[in-house]
């Protein structure tokens, strides 16, 4: 199978073992490739925002070809009992900016829909299969719900407001719209993220010892889920 690996920064995707640079991408985005015995890894890093996430996922999907795209990198971690470098997977992914404002009340909606009338679940899940396995195999390996918007949080009033609003525990700038372009060609994808700090305790940006072991922490464990993907996906039922 062909995996399509997708970090924001250049720490997290050099997080990966035996990168080969590639003359694929665009200059701003350097395409690499891992030696697999399974699969063809391709990883980029694409940068940071929603935006720039997007146009890097589509690159993937469209240029590189790839049947199964992956989110590796670092969170902050909206609840406080989080220990830093613990990793999780995104099974509720929402992008905590997309909607309606009134009168100073945020009411979020799927991203991409029309932000008006009765709001349903904003939510983007991974494929019910790849949890199903995750689960069965990958034990220590929790799911959170995690929440992605154009800013860098590090105020702890917002903080409280979007944990208590969503049930979330993790917050960054990419997962939830590296979903939305993968649900848009459906391709199947996962975000896996290890937390790098606490919101709030760093308004002067995550110390750089710290965001480095978080991003090896999801690198190998982004390294451990491919190890259980099959080698070729063709319905729910032959690999769930």
């Known amino acids: 199978m062909r995996i399509g690996i997708l970090s924001a ?17 665009i200059p701003e985005n350097p395409v690499f490739q891992i030696e697999h015995p399974k699969h063809q890894l391709v990883l980029t890093a694409g940068g940071l925002g929603k935006v720039n996430t997007a146009i890097a ?4 999907i469209r240029e590189l070809h790839i049947d199964f795209l992956i989110n590796s990198g670092i ?19 929402i992008q905590h900016d997309y909607g309606t404002l009134i009168e100073g009340q945020m009411k979020v909606y799927p991203a ?10 904003p939510a983007f899940m991974p494929p019910y299969w790849l949890e199903q396995k995750l689960q069965k195999e990958m034990l220590e390996f ?22 208590e609003l969503f049930q979330a525990q993790l917050v ?8 939305q372009v993968a649900f848009r060609f459906g391709i199947p ?10 919101v709030g305790e760093h308004p002067e940006g995550i110390p750089r010892g710290q965001l480095k072991r978080a991003s090896r922490a999801s690198a190998e464990t982004v390294m451990e889920v491919i190890e259980r993907l099959p080698s070729e996906i063709t319905t729910e039922s032959e690999v769930g």
């Open 9 to 25: 920064i250049p720490e997290e995707i050099h997080s990966f073992p035996d990168l080969v640079k590639t003359n694929q991408g």
């Open 75 to 93: 969170a902050g971690a909206l609840d406080p009992e989080l220990k830093l470098e613990e990793v999780f997977y995104g099974r509720r992914l």
């Open 57 to 60: 996922s589509t690159l993937l």
């Open 189 to 198: 994808f996962l975000s896996v993220r290890a937390v790098s700090d606490h």
């Open 172 to 179: 960054d700038m990419e997962s939830a719209a590296l979903a």
């Open 142 to 163: 929790r799911p959170a719900t995690v929440l992605s918007g154009d800013v860098f949080l590090q105020c702890k009033m917002k903080r409280e407001k979007l944990r």
């Open 112 to 121: 991409g829909s029309i932000p008006l009338g009765d709001a349903c679940d």
